[in-house]
């Protein structure tokens, strides 16, 4: 998988809640409690396994951290921007 450059990448999370941190995309959510965020970390879960690409999750009681980047590619590619897209598709997203 290719990494891509800086202006896809910018294209690519225009008008979403990502943000491009150096190489990464991030992502923050609330979601209420400890219990809707673990609900929506395992909706994230079922997602990247079926796509078997996977994000850096963190969760802090209610928030939970979406971190995306291709770690052999050293960087954002075509998949990372697609599962951000999924991503955000997800109830509570």
């Known amino acids: 998988m290719e990494r891509l450059d800086d202006a896809t990448v910018t294209a690519g999370i225009e008008g979403t809640r990502w943000r491009r941190e ?27 396994e079926a796509r ?19 770690h052999t590619a050293g960087g954002v ?8 897209g999924a991503l955000d598709a997800l109830p509570g997203g």
């Open 77 to 84: 590619t075509a998949a990372d921007l697609e599962l951000a």
């Open 52 to 70: 078997n690409h996977h994000p850096d999750i963190a969760v802090h009681w209610d928030t939970v951290e979406l971190t995306l980047w291709t």
């Open 22 to 48: 150096g190489d990464r995309l991030r992502r923050t959510s609330r979601h209420g409690d400890f219990r809707a965020a673990m609900a929506f970390v395992n909706a994230v879960a079922e997602l990247a």
